[in-house]
């Protein structure tokens, strides 16, 4: 498994988790602002994951580019 893609994978596992979670809360438990709460939670997982992710595929990008040379 190529490494972005493993640090990836626990930010995308954690957002269908939560995606998963609010529409159980939301339809089965008919708790709807719980559900809508938590549904809230998908996008800013990712956007966490982006964030943390982003100087560390920057970096990988300009040790690639280096050694092309």
């Known amino acids: 498994m190529p490494l972005s893609?493993?640090?990836k994978?626990?930010?995308l596992v954690?957002?269908?988790?939560s995606f998963l979670f609010s529409v159980w809360?939301?339809?089965v438990k008919d708790e709807t602002t719980a559900g809508i709460f938590v549904g809230l939670w998908v996008p800013s997982i990712h956007s966490l994951g982006?964030?943390?992710?982003a100087p560390v595929?920057?970096?990988?990008?300009?040790?690639?580019?280096g050694?092309?040379?």
């Open 14 to 17: 954690a957002g269908f988790l």
């Open 50 to 53: 982006t964030l943390l992710l």
């Open 9 to 11: 994978l626990p930010f």
């Open 57 to 65: 595929e920057g970096a990988a990008r300009h040790e690639n580019a």
């Open 5 to 7: 893609l493993r640090a």
């Open 67 to 69: 050694a092309v040379r």
């Open 25 to 27: 809360l939301y339809f």
